[in-house]
């Protein structure tokens, strides 16, 4: 990795309902200097053709070394697009990243973003997880 933006990644288009809502949820953390601090962003890349991809900020959480954050938010998109990537852009190269999970999921009634975050505050190993049974995770 030399860039923040060359993070996991994956496709997710084949997965995404127009005008669904979906909530995302990721537990992470950054490791390197005592004193670190540093943003980890979850972005939508959306590509369209050959057009230049459009770029969808989800959330954004300030890790400190060594503290597992939660990363929180939502969105919806009017049209899929021809592919919709999810990656998480992570703390300049010479930073190790962690992941513990993350979760997205259409929102339902049954499965408000608070209760998805206790179920995995309290759940620390695990890193996939099914939040209901109206809707599959999409990841």
């Known amino acids: 990795r030399t860039d923040y933006w060359q993070?996991?990644?994956?496709?997710?288009?084949?997965?995404?309902?127009?005008?669904m809502q979906y909530k995302i949820l990721a537990s992470v953390r950054v490791e390197g200097?005592?004193?670190?601090?540093?943003?980890?962003?979850?972005?939508?890349?959306l590509e369209n053709?050959?057009?230049?991809?459009?770029?969808l900020s989800l959330a954004r959480v300030k890790a400190s070394v060594g503290k597992?954050?939660?990363?929180?938010?939502?969105f919806s998109l009017?049209?899929?697009?021809?592919?919709?990537?999810?990656y998480l852009e992570e703390p300049p190269a010479g930073f190790n990243f962690?992941?513990?999970?993350?979760?997205?999921?259409?929102?339902?009634?049954?499965n408000s973003i608070e209760s998805v975050a206790q179920k995995l505050m309290i759940s620390?190993?695990?890193?996939?997880r099914s939040f209901g049974d109206e809707h599959d995770n999409i990841i």
Do not use: C
């Open 7 to 19: 993070g996991l990644e994956q496709d997710i288009t084949t997965r995404l309902i127009p005008k």
């Open 33 to 45: 200097s005592p004193q670190s601090i540093h943003s980890v962003m979850a972005t939508l890349r």
């Open 49 to 55: 053709n050959n057009a230049s991809p459009n770029f």
């Open 68 to 74: 597992w954050e939660q990363l929180m938010g939502t």
């Open 78 to 86: 009017e049209v899929i697009p021809e592919r919709a990537v999810f």
């Open 98 to 110: 962690s992941l513990r999970s993350v979760v997205i999921y259409p929102v339902s009634k049954s």
């Open 124 to 128: 620390e190993g695990e890193v996939n």
